[in-house]
C-alpha cells in the first residue's frame, strides 16, 4: 500500500543545511500498521510530512496503493491519506464547533449527506451526539484527538499517518486512544503508519517497525523480535529501556502485559 524508497529529505537554514532524512526505505502492506520509531529529531516527522506532502524537497520514490507520487499531489491523494498530528490543541480550530471541524473536510472534497457521516464519524470514534456542538475548550485532551481522529475518518481514506497521536496525552488516555485506533484499523481496513518516540507504544500497535537515527533507519524489527530480545543495535536496546524506564506505567500496561 505504501512504498517509500531511498528518500531523501534536505532542509536549508542561512548557511546550514539539514539532512533530515538520509536514505530511508519502508514498505508497507494494506491493513497494517508499522511503526516508526527513534529519539526527537531523528527525522520521524520528516518521512511522514513527506509522504503526506507537506514539505516539498524531496528525492528518492514513494508510491501509495500503486499510485507514483509527485510534488504536487491530487484531490484523491488528499482524500485517500490523512494525518494526526500530536497536539489536538493545536490542530484543531479553537472557534469551530465540533460539527463546522468536521463538515469542513466534506465540503471541500464535495461529498453529501454531511448530517449522516458526521453523525458516524463521531460515532466511530466514541463521542456521542452531545459532542457535536461543542468546542475544543469544551473538550479533553483525549476527547480533542477524537474529534481529530473523526475529522481524519471521515473522507473514507484508506491510510493513516499518525504522527506521535498520544504523546500530549495523559498516560491513561494513551491506551484508550491506541485502542480506538486498533479498532478503526480493523472495522475500516485502513493502513498506517504510526510514528513515537516510545518503543512500548510501536510495539502494541504494530507488527514490524524501523528504528530510526540522525535521519537513517538504523534496525528494522518484528515486534516478536523485539519481545524475544533480538535486537541488534545498542541504539535500539536504549529505545527499550527508556521506554520501560520513563513510561512505567505505558510499559507494563501494553508491552510487558500487551
Ligand atoms: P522527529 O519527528 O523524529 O522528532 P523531525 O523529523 O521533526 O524529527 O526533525 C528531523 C530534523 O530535521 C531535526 O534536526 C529538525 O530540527 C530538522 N527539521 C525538521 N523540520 C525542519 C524545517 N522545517 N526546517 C529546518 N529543519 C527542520
Ligand atoms: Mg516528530
New binding site residues.
Given amino acids: 500500500m505504501i512504498v517509500i524508497d531511498d528518500l531523501h529529505v534536505t ?1 536549508r ?1 542561512g548557511r546550514h543545511v ?1 539532512r ?2 538520509r536514505g530511508v526505505s519502508v514498505t508497507v502492506e494494506e491493513g497494517e500498521v508499522y511503526g516508526l520509531v ?10 511522514l ?1 513527506a509522504l503526506a506532502g507537506l ?1 516539498g524537497a524531496w528525492d528518492g520514490r514513494m508510491e501509495v496503493a500503486g499510485e507514483r507520487l509527485g510534488r504536487r499531489r491530487s484531490a484523491q491523494f488528499h482524500r485517500r491519506v490523512q494525518m494526526v498530528f500530536q497536539d489536538p490543541y493545536g490542530s484543531l480550530h479553537p472557534r469551530h464547533t465540533v460539527d463546522r471541524t468536521l463538515a469542513e473536510p466534506l465540503k471541500i472534497h464535495g461529498f453529501d449527506d454531511h448530517d449522516g457521516r458526521i453523525r458516524r464519524a463521531l460515532r466511530e470514534v466514541g463521542l456521542n451526539d452531545s459532542f457535536r456542538f461543542r468546542y475544543p475548550h469544551q473538550l479533553s485532551g483525549g476527547q480533542r484527538q477524537r474529534v481529530a481522529i473523526a475529522r481524519a475518518i471521515i473522507l473514507e481514506p484508506r491510510v493513516l499517518l499518525l ?1 506521535e497521536p498520544t504523546s500530549a496525552l495523559d498516560v491513561s488516555v494513551q491506551a484508550e486512544i491506541l485502542n480506538l485506533l486498533m479498532r478503526l484499523k480493523r472495522d475500516l481496513g485502513l493502513t498506517m503508519i504510526l ?1 513515537s ?1 516510545n518503543l512500548a507504544v510501536i510495539a502494541h500497535m504494530c507488527d514490524r517497525m524501523s528504528v ?1 537515527r540522525h ?1 537513517a533507519v538504523v534496525e528494522r524489527l518484528t515486534v516478536d523480535q523485539l519481545r524475544g530480545g533480538e535486537v541488534r543495535e545498542d541504539y535500539t536496546r536504549q529505545l527499550l529501556l527508556a521506554a520501560k524506564g520513563y513510561d512505567r506505567a505505558v510499559a507494563a500496561e501494553l508491552l510487558l502485559e500487551g
Fill in positions: 532542509f537554514s539539514i533530515a532524512v527513534g529519539e526527537s529529531g531523528s527525522g520521524k516527522s520528516t518521512v510530512r514539505d504522527d510514528v518516540h530510526m535521519g
